[in-house]
């Protein structure tokens, strides 16, 4: 049980063009979607954070209007980078928790490559 | 969350133990120690975690210091499956109500 998947696995675009990334839990109602980004020979850096039903909390740095997050159902959270340009080529790796009380732990779905040409 | 530091890169032959250390000298008494490991192009994978006690599973143990300071984590049988970058993370979400802090991590590479 417990898995995240993510759709696609990897895309290529152009530059100016937007990509949407989906993030789907397959088993389980998660109340809470993470989204990630890892550069190459990088840790993950967390860009944010979102609950269904509500907007997404930004972390520092993270441009909330080029990274476009919905979390409309439990199940279910876009990420959209909007006019990509090359430096947007990332891994996107999202994850997701839930509110039961033995939950401890977020489950990662396997990630996006993304490379903007 | 309180920081952590771990060596950047460790070897282990196969079939051997593989003992990954973490120092999170500042860590504070609500906050527990967290285990992923990310595979090569994968999403990390969750291993273990702790507050005060040693723990077991099926993947690993984790081994915490009485005064908290520092812990490791140890596969007790190697494969070169298990070749991958291990994150050390302390956080007092307890779960998953906050996101992560990763920080480097170790590579850890197993030795046929």
């Known amino acids: 049980g417990a898995v995240v998947s993510q759709h696609p696995s990897w895309v290529i675009c152009k530059s100016g063009t937007s990509v949407k990334i989906e993030c789907r839990s397959l088993d389980f109602q998660a109340t809470t979607m993470f989204w990630y980004r890892q550069f190459p020979k990088q840790s993950l850096m967390l860009m944010a954070t979102s609950n269904e039903g509500s907007k997404a909390t930004y972390e520092q740095g993270v441009e909330k209007d080029k990274f476009l997050i919905n979390h409309a159902s439990l199940t279910l959270s876009t990420l959209t980078v909007t006019s990509a340009h090359p430096e947007d080529s990332s891994f996107y790796i999202c994850s997701a928790s839930t509110e039961l009380p033995w939950s401890y732990e977020q489950y990662f779905g396997p990630g996006t490559r993304l490379t903007v040409t | 969350d309180a920081k952590t530091t771990q060596p950047p890169s460790m070897d282990c032959a196969e079939g051997r133990a593989a003992n990954l250390p973490c120092n999170h000298s500042t860590i504070s008494g609500n906050e527990y120690v967290y285990w992923y490991r990310q595979i090569h192009s994968q999403g990390p994978q969750y291993i273990i975690h702790?507050?005060?006690n040693n723990e077991t599973n099926e993947m690993a143990s984790l081994i915490i210091t009485e005064d908290r300071k520092s812990s490791t984590l140890i596969l007790p049988h190697a494969t070169l499956r298990d070749t991958a970058v291990y994150y050390c993370i302390v956080t007092d979400s307890g779960g998953g109500a906050d996101g992560l802090t990763f920080g480097k991590g170790t590579h850890l590479i197993i030795q046929p």
């Open positions: 702790g507050l005060k």
